[in-house]
């Protein structure tokens, strides 16, 4: 059984920084494509970030590149998402998203929320 | 705001068949396979559709994808109440190098 764990979020400043992690099990983690996909309160689907297999490609939504950074460890089965300079605009759910079609799985969610 | 356009809301009575359409361009739909999830209030959002027209294991073949040129359709035939929920496209877009999701459609069950 699939087992996704994230962890990380909670309220910041605009201005300061967080480090998202996203932990799976029951799985082969070096076969995925991991991506970061965001759900602001009441919006649509936004995706941030994703890093290939290897971590030896990473990509980045324009509103968010310079500021975030995706990484993993492949040996500890982990994603992770440093976030700084965070806006306010930032604020959502975040959902770490597994890619190897067709196996595909999604974490719970960890909220964010950027306020003074 | 995104590049892939959907329909905000469709509805039809239980039983029924809705179709959602999804909207692109050359340079995202155009040029890549689509994918459709499904998010239930809720929850984290789920696979339906991948590579165009494929489903996943577990899900229900009255669920299907198709795509046409710069544009794709999610549909959904004997529709029920557990459907509700929203749907989204998604693929890849070579000019942003970023991944786009479409705008999101509401199936509601009359």
């Known amino acids: 059984e699939v087992q996704v764990v994230e962890s990380g979020g909670g309220l910041v400043q605009p201005g300061g920084s967080l480090r998202l992690s996203c932990a799976a099990s029951g799985l082969t983690f070096s076969n995925y494509w991991m991506n970061w996909v965001r759900q602001a309160p009441g919006k649509g689907l936004e995706w941030v970030a994703n890093?290939?297999?290897?971590?030896?490609?990473?990509y980045y939504v324009d509103s968010v590149r310079g500021r975030f950074t995706v990484s993993r460890d492949n040996a500890e089965n982990s994603v992770y998402l440093q976030m700084n300079s965070l806006r306010v605009e930032d604020t959502a759910v975040y959902y770490c998203?597994?890619?190897?079609?067709?196996?595909?799985?999604w974490g719970q969610g960890t909220l964010v929320t950027v306020s003074s | 705001q995104s590049v892939l356009t959907q329909p905000p809301s469709v509805s039809a009575a239980p039983g029924q068949k809705v179709t959602i359409s999804c909207s692109g361009s050359t340079s995202n739909i155009g040029n890549d396979y689509v994918s459709w999830y499904q998010q239930l209030p809720g929850t984290a959002p789920k696979l339906l559709i991948y590579?165009?027209?494929k489903r996943p294991s577990g899900i229900p073949d009255r669920f299907s994808g198709s795509k046409s040129g710069t544009s794709a359709t999610l549909g959904i035939t004997g529709l029920q109440t557990g459907d509700e929920a929203d749907y989204y496209c998604?693929?890849?877009?070579?000019?942003?190098?970023?991944?786009?999701f479409g705008t999101g459609t509401t199936v509601t069950v009359l």
């Open positions: 998604g693929t890849w877009d070579s000019s942003l190098s970023a991944y786009v």
């Open positions: 590579d165009n027209n």
């Open positions: 890093i290939k297999q290897d971590g030896s490609e990473k």
């Open positions: 998203h597994g890619s190897y079609a067709p196996a595909d799985f």
